[in-house]
């Protein structure tokens, strides 16, 4: 394809590079991470791949660390594509590829580490920001667009159809501000689009319109707090009770994708009435109108029909250690895979909410420039980044300097999971620096990007880690 009708072209030149190395092997060992972002990256190549006719086997990985790395070395692949990871451990990868043990090829858009490659696709090597520009998932779209209509590859499809995964991912990764994605997320946007299988619609802008009951659907938006609703189950229901909507139909509560457009009308103008009277502020207000991404094809009121929604139920199978489950799902299964997935998400439902409870009873004990919780083994280590992300301006959780979690990994390892607002790091915040020099400094390891990163650290040095990380933090925001 020519870069003018890439859908990003910066990236053209990086993403044909990657996809003609990927057309001349034999087969190809996937490796990609266990997240929302890493299954929907995993699936967009997944289908390129079967399209291109080349043979491949897909692995996931929770940490991509030298042992990962080691693990993928032994198989017997000439080729391994990695997906949502990979260039934060350039420097171990390009050993194994100097020692002639495969050839590595890279679509991700973590901060890369000090090391090159040949083929390297990351919108960072082309200054577009991999924290809100482009998700893994987006960079395995553009990979994708490249692998459609060469020679071999299935010449009805151009591949356009995976964008609604690409999206999934880039709103599992929260890359959405502002209530939208924004740049090259926005070109997969328009593409997916086109090709008939996403929508987005201008809408209120809280998690579960597809399938929660409205008074859950109010209840337990936390986004933004609005006294007598949110957490305040008999609030939200009087609410409903004393609009002009009907919210019940045969005794039972409607979903928000029950009501007409006029109903959703009247009841967001409504809650946003409700929100001033209560002394909501307007910045606020604003946050709770915003873009929903739905995917076309899906069924209404299903798990799959919101890209939120969606990426969710990933995370609640691959942080779980069934990405098999999230993948199968991606690549269209709607029937044993989807039926274990919805299962899975009720775990992870609880598991979110206990971890927040866990947060708000415990509350965090604040340094000059951060705040910090020890989950200890109350929280499994693959989800306290999610959990300490929803904590921020829960009770007692401030939005004003950056959180750090901790979570027992082993008996001799810790996770650590970083998370900071827009206007921190509008204000010079970078947590993968924070993250990676503070592990380091401990004898760990870690990256990520600067809104959202983690380590892994040795157990016993929780309390180094902070002192470190708080200094760093306070150069960073001086
Ligand atoms: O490894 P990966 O890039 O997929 O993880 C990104 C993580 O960063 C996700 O857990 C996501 O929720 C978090 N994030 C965030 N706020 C942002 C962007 C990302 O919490 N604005
Ligand atoms: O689990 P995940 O990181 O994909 O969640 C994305 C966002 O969706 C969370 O930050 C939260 O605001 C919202 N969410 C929610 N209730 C859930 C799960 C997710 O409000 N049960
Ligand atoms: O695990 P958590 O959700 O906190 O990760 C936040 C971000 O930091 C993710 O993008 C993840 O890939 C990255 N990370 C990393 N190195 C680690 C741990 C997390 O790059 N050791
Ligand atoms: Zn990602």
Redesign the pocket.
């Known amino acids: 394809m020519a870069a003018a009708d890439a859908p990003v072209s910066a990236l053209q030149p990086r993403a044909a590079s990657c996809a003609g190395r990927l057309l001349d092997a034999d087969r190809v060992l996937l490796a990609s991470?266990i997240?929302?972002?890493?299954l929907t990256s995993a699936a967009v190549a997944a289908a390129a791949l079967e399209r291109a006719g080349i043979s491949f086997e897909a692995v996931f990985e929770k940490q991509l660390d030298a042992d990962a790395i080691a693990a993928i070395a032994e198989r017997d692949y000439g080729t391994v594509l990695f997906t949502?990871?990979g260039s934060g451990q350039l420097d171990i990868i390009a050993d194994h590829e100097a020692a002639g043990d495969f050839v590595p090829v890279i679509a991700d858009?973590?901060q890369p580490a000090d090391a090159g490659t040949e083929y390297h696709l990351n919108p960072l090597l082309e200054g577009i920001d991999g924290?809100?520009e482009l998700?893994?998932a987006g960079a395995s779209y553009l990979l994708a667009r490249e692998l459609a209509g060469r020679p071999g590859a299935d010449e009805r499809l151009d591949n356009r159809d995976l964008a609604a995964l690409a999206v999934v991912g880039a709103v599992?990764?929260?890359?959405a501000?502002d209530g939208q994605l924004h740049g090259a997320n926005r070109a997969i946007v328009e593409e997916g689009i086109e090709a008939g299988v996403l929508e987005e619609t201008k809408d209120l802008a809280v998690y579960g319109k597809q399938t929660r009951p409205l008074p859950k659907l109010l209840e337990y938006a936390s986004d933004v707090r609005i006294p007598g609703i949110t957490n305040d189950e008999r609030g939200a229901v009087s609410f409903l009770e004393g609009l002009d909507v009907p919210c019940l139909a045969d005794d039972e509560w409607k979903r928000w994708v029950d009501l007409t457009d006029e109903e959703k009308r009247t009841l967001a103008s409504a809650l946003v009435r409700h929100a001033v009277s209560r002394g909501v502020p307007a910045s606020k207000i604003d946050r709770l109108v915003g873009t929903s991404y739905l995917l076309t094809e899906e069924a209404v009121g299903t798990e799959l029909r919101d890209a939120s929604e969606f990426s969710t139920l990933l995370n609640a199978t691959a942080r779980y250690e069934r990405a098999d489950v999230g993948l199968a799902v991606c690549l269209g299964d709607r029937g044993s895979a989807f039926e274990r997935a919805k299962k899975l998400l009720r775990n992870h439902r609880r598991n979110l909410s206990e971890g927040i409870e866990y947060v708000e009873n415990n509350g965090v004990t604040r340094t000059e420039h951060l705040q910090w919780f020890d989950a200890g083994a109350e929280i499994k280590e693959t989800i306290v980044?999610?959990i300490a992300?929803m904590s921020m301006g829960a009770d007692g959780v401030s939005r004003e300097s950056p959180i750090v979690a901790f979570a027992e990994k082993t008996d001799e390892e810790t996770k650590v999971s970083g998370?900071?607002t827009?206007p921190l790091v509008s204000s010079g915040l970078d947590l993968s620096v924070v993250m990676g020099e503070a592990a380091r400094a401990v004898g760990g390891d870690g990256g990520?990007?600067d809104?959202?990163?983690?380590a892994t650290i040795p157990a016993g040095t929780e309390e180094t880690f902070i002192e470190h990380a708080d200094r760093i933090v306070s150069e960073q925001l001086s």
């Open positions: 991470h997240d929302a972002d890493g949502d990871f858009h973590h924290a809100s998700s893994g599992g990764d929260m890359q501000s980044g999610i992300g998370r900071a827009g990520g990007h809104i959202a990163a983690g």
